[in-house]
Every structure is written in C-alpha cells, then in structure tokens.
C-alpha cells in the first residue's frame, strides 16, 4: 500500500529569546612616550548580542501535534512545512505556498485542503477515503 502525502504549512514569529555578552579585544597604535614613535594598546570592549528564535504559536503548535498523531493512523506521510524558515528562493519555486494566506493549512496530495483553526474532526475528515 502506497502512503499517502500531505503538507502542512505554518507560520512561526521570529522571536528575541535573550542577550548574550561578547568579549572582545583588539590592539590599537597610540602615540609613545618617545618622540615620533608609536606604541600598540590593548583595548577590550563587551558587545551586547540579542539572540533571537522562531517560535510558532500556540493554536499553531497545537495543530502540527494533532496532524503528527493522526496522520500516521490514515496511512498519510505529512510533512511541515515552516514558511518562514524557507528560502526565498524556495518560495518563489513552490507554486503551492504563493496561494497561502492563512496559517495552518494543511494540503494533501488530492489537493483538498484545510486552513485557519482546524479541528481534531477537520483532520479526521480530510485524511478519512470518505470525505
């Protein structure tokens, strides 16, 4: 029996998570205390660096835990798919994702599809032969 495929397409936020502090230190030329000459000084600066994470929201995550569970048991293979962690050059080669607007939506092989705030019984019915 031939698994069948699905996509799910979701939109994370790329969220600050924290700061994190750099050292750094580097030599400069100064003037010596002999005449003409030149001397090298170390200086050290401390940079503040944000960090940042995608982060996907809440009714978003809930629905990849939902289609992950299910999706197994109607013999599909569903991949997740993060927009925006895709390429731009992806995105312009994915005629599919262009035609997105609303996050999640899930895409199965026939075409069907679901979007905005699916159910635990909207999965059933788009993975289910008699939908």
Do not use: C, W
């Not at 050059?89 to 705030?117: A, M, Y």
């Amino acid at each position: 029996m031939t698994k069948r495929k699905g996509t799910l397409y979701v939109k994370s936020a790329k969220t600050a998570i924290g700061t994190e502090k750099i050292d750094r230190q580097y030599f400069t030329a100064g003037p010596s205390p002999k005449v003409g000459g030149f001397r090298i000084i170390p200086k050290y600066e401390v940079e503040s660096i944000t960090k940042y994470n995608f982060v996907l929201p809440e009714d978003q995550s809930r629905v990849v835990e939902m289609v992950r569970k299910l999706a197994p048991k109607y013999g599909f293979d569903v991949e997740v798919v993060d927009v925006t962690k895709e390429s731009i050059i992806h995105r312009v080669l994915q005629e599919e994702i262009k035609g997105i607007k609303t996050f999640p939506t899930l895409i199965i092989d026939s075409g069907e599809k679901i979007e905005g705030n699916i159910s635990k019984e909207q999965i059933k019915s788009l993975l289910s032969d008699d939908h």
